[in-house]
């Protein structure tokens, strides 16, 4: 992957007019927006506005139609792009967690940097108990994942897209499938990557957690970005109708 | 949100857990011995057997040939309808054999071709699509009597002649089937394992041949085993189709021995022996399977 031209001055991702449709059904209809280096952004909406569907977009997950997304400078809609290499920098956590069950808690950590990034076993181990570690599963390292409870299994997720050691890491609902008590624990963790200067674009509709950790809040719908902002800005001066209605209903 | 969504998103995998094979097997093996020992069963058949057994005796007398019961013949032609003729292969060891080579080559065959239906190349999936509905599709006797006569009797290599035995070509023929419905049983395995996986895997920068062989088949183990055994058990039933070929398998050489005894009261007990062997080696299988089954179904 060429990054030559790119230096971190410049957006990491930087996506312009994307048009995406499944079909018929056109899900994205012109989606622009830049994000630097170490920001938090969060993207919410209402159902079926296409906010998963966009994160996809950006490791290549799902194909886009036209437009642009440029990874660190590098398109990623070019047919002639190395999707591997790509997806080695970008991590993404998923809603349904998605862990290897055939695999403990430790070996779906080290799996990707062994067979993936040709890591030596030792290596990857000291690695993967580090990042057990890190979302405090101490002790859980050789449960299944069918032996965790959600929380525990997203959070083993998240370290085992860290194991990749990524350069931005994407978040798709990553809370919404877990019960409230155990979304707090999933939450601190990736408050804890943001501080530590983690690039992150997190699909969500946990409002308190945006508010108090996103640097720029996107609000979609139908496709397109209605409205955006700063925090601050965006929960108290939302201008859009279809913004105001959004949060009345789920403030 | 739908209330129950936390329990459904849990988890969709019906196995999450390895299995510990020593301990199933232990249980097995005590349930088998459970069932043999079982003591009104016990004296049932006991008591049947003695009542046969004096019948029998009894049934020789009358026809002035005392030493001709049918237990006695039963015992003579043991030997050849178990391992064959002297120095010849052959008998109900025959058709384990055939079950075992057909098994294994239908299983090894069956794992690309099933593989192959979910190629992303479209010539790769027509082909094994194809290849699978047309063994799947077909009368086994009708493909038995194909191969039997498509296949060479003997090839030639580097100048000398080797025959191919009729059992190796039908053991060939016999795999074919077992090929075409486990191709399907692979596909129907890696489709049901859920697109998340997949999509996981590839984020995290695998190649899709790392995926299928290294996340998505050690899962579908599990998923194939009861099937595969449940083919293993009707493929042993269907092995003395090749009797009609010729081969001296034991349902071939139990016919010689009747025809040899020429009289028509051994036809029962002689065929009944026979599917007795058949019984006892199959039925602790599908006792296996349905063990495997039910372990599919509980965990969650």
New interface residues.
């Given amino acids: 992957m060429n990054t030559s031209t790119w230096d971190s001055a410049q957006p990491i991702v930087s996506l312009k007019d994307v048009h995406k449709s499944f079909g018929d059904l056109e899900v994205l209809k012109g989606i622009t927006f830049d994000v630097m280096k170490g920001e938090v952004i969060c993207i919410i909406g209402p159902s079926g506005s296409g906010k998963s569907t966009l994160i996809r977009c950006i ?1 290549a ?1 799902n194909d886009i139609q036209s437009g642009s997304i440029k990874f660190q400078g590098q398109e990623v809609h070019d047919p002639e792009l190395d999707k ?2 790509l ?2 920098k ?3 956590v ?3 967690y ?5 695999k403990t808690a430790l070996e779906n950590v080290m ?2 940097p062994i ?3 040709k890591q030596n076993q030792e290596e990857a181990e000291k690695m993967a108990r580090a990042l057990i570690r890190k979302v405090r599963l101490v002790g859980k390292e050789d449960s ?4 965790l409870s ?1 929380g525990q299994q997203q959070r083993v ?1 998240i370290a ?2 860290l194991a ?1 050691s990524p350069h931005i890491m994407l978040f798709d609902e990553i809370t919404a ?3 409230p008590e155990t979304v707090k624990e999933v939450l601190v963790t990736i408050k804890e990557l943001a501080a530590e200067g983690m690039t992150c674009i997190l699909v969500t509709h946990e409002m308190g957690f945006a508010k108090e950790l996103a640097d720029h809040i996107y609000f979609t719908d139908n496709g397109v970005i209605v409205e955006h902002g700063p925090p601050n800005e965006f929960f108290n001066k939302a201008k859009d109708p279809r913004t105001k209605e959004f949060l009345s209903q789920i403030l | 949100m739908n209330p129950l969504s936390h329990i459904i998103n849990s988890t969709d995998l019906p196995v999450m857990k390895p299995f510990n094979y020593t301990v199933s097997a232990a249980l097995q093996a005590r349930d088998i011995v459970k069932f043999s020992l079982n003591k009104r069963t016990a004296l049932v058949l006991i008591l049947v057997l003695t009542a046969w057994l004096g019948i029998d005796a009894a049934y020789a007398q009358v026809q002035g040939d005392p030493n001709q019961t049918i237990l006695q013949t039963l015992i003579k032609w043991t030997p050849l309808m178990f391992f064959g003729p002297p120095n010849e292969f052959g008998g109900f060891v025959l058709n384990i054999t055939v079950s075992f080579i057909a098994m294994a080559m239908g299983t090894f065959m069956g794992l690309w071709v099933g593989i192959g239906q979910v190629s992303p190349n479209k010539i790769i999936r027509r082909a094994s699509w194809l290849t699978t509905q047309l063994f799947r599709n077909s009368p086994w006797l009708v493909l038995l009597f194909y191969f039997m006569f498509l296949l060479p009797y003997t090839v030639e290599i580097g100048g000398i002649r080797y025959d191919i035995p009729g059992w190796i070509k039908a053991t060939f023929a016999l795999s074919l089937p077992i090929m075409a419905n486990l191709s399907e049983i692979v596909r129907g395995a890696i489709n049901s394992i859920p697109t998340g996986q997949w999509e996981s895997a590839q984020s995290l920068g695998f190649t899709r041949r790392q995926i299928l062989w290294q996340i998505i088949l050690p899962q579908c183990i599990k998923r194939m085993i009861p099937p595969w055994m449940n083919w293993y058990c009707i493929l042993t039933m269907a092995t003395p189709l090749i009797s009609i070929l010729g081969v001296n398998d034991g349902m071939t050489l139990t016919q010689h021995a009747l025809a040899a005894e020429a009289r028509s009261e051994f036809l029962i007990p002689m065929y009944l022996w026979l599917m007795t062997w058949f019984f006892i080696y199959s039925y602790p299988i599908a006792l296996y399977t349905q063990r495997f089954e039910r372990r599919f179904t509980i965990t969650t």
Avoid: I
Wanted: aromatic share 8%; hydrophobic share 45%; proline share 6%.
């Fill in positions: 490791n997950l591997l290499e997806r080695k970008v991590g993404m998923f809603q349904q998605n862990l290897f069950p055939h799996m990707a067979k993936v990034l299944y994942p069918g032996e959600g997720a085992r897209s990749m499938a877990l019960d």
